[in-house]
T-cell receptor, first 114, second 114 residues
Framework: KQEVTQIPAALSVPEGENLVLNCSFTDSAIYNLQWFRQDPGKGLTSLLLIQSSQREQTSGRLNASLDKSSGRSTLYIAASQPGDSATYLCAVTGRGTNAGKSTFGDGTTLTVKP | DAGVIQSPRHEVTEMGQEVTLRCKPISGHNSLFWYRQTMMRGLELLIYFNNNVPIDDSGMPEDRFSAKMPNASFSTLKIQPSEPRDSAVYFC????????????FGDGTRLSIL
């Protein structure tokens, strides 16, 4: 059974800092890994999707990396802003017998202080 | 471009009542997912459909839960009879396909069973 762990559970940083969120998973048989953002009372917003054959994806100030062999991914946020405050979740989509099934981590709650 | 539309946004009902949650996926998306989010268990996949066909319902907690997708633009998740432990936020998501395209989430239905 796939398990996804996110560390840390919560993070507080001053505005302008660069930061890294971590995600690890136990089963490397995946189609992709996706990073989401969730604001309070809202649904999830997709930030980046990395295919299993890719090493990283970038969008603006966000960069996500994937090391499938070690079961790890990182989300790097450059020059953080108060508007980045949210919960960030990673999810892996399985293949093979788990094809299409997405398993989510519990998230990292980020607070960026002005 | 309309996103995933869920209704109702909030539902409060007494235990034993039937509850029906509705979802309209993004037009052109072939995969649809139902999730449940609670503080204790995080975000869990309940069931997903591909081309209107249920592919994996192993996450459906009990026979009290059922889901249908009669056509490409509509899905329902039904709980009958409802119990207080079913209280959660239920999300619907859709994607072009589950293997290499991002999932897009609705804003969720917050369900409270008294």
């Amino acid at each position: 059974k796939q398990e996804v762990t996110q560390i840390p559970a919560a993070l507080s940083v001053p505005e302008g800092e660069n930061l890294v969120l971590n995600c690890s998973f136990t089963d490397s048989a995946i189609y992709n890994l996706q990073w989401f953002r969730q604001d309070p009372g809202k649904g999830l917003t997709s930030l980046l999707l990395i295919q299993s054959s890719q090493r990283e994806q970038t969008s603006g100030r966000l960069n996500a990396s994937l090391d499938k062999s070690s079961g790890r991914s990182t989300l790097y946020i450059a020059a953080s802003q108060p508007g980045d405050s949210a919960t960030y979740l990673c999810a892996v989509t399985g293949r093979g017998t788990n094809a299409g099934k997405s398993t989510f981590g519990d998230g990292t709650t980020l607070t960026v202080k002005p | 471009d309309a996103g995933v539309i869920q209704s109702p946004r909030h539902e409060v009902t007494e235990m034993g009542q039937e509850v029906t949650l509705r979802c309209k996926p993004i037009s052109g998306h072939n995969s649809l997912f139902w999730y449940r989010q609670t503080m204790m268990r995080g975000l869990e996949l309940l069931i997903y459909f591909n081309n209107n066909v249920p592919i994996d319902d192993s996450g459906m907690p009990e026979d009290r839960f059922s889901a249908k997708m009669p056509n490409a633009s509509f899905s329902t998740l039904k709980i009958q009879p409802s119990e207080p432990r079913d209280s959660a936020v239920y999300f619907c998501a859709s994607s072009v396909n589950y293997s290499n395209q991002p999932q897009h989430f609705g804003d969720g239905t917050r369900l409270s069973i008294l």
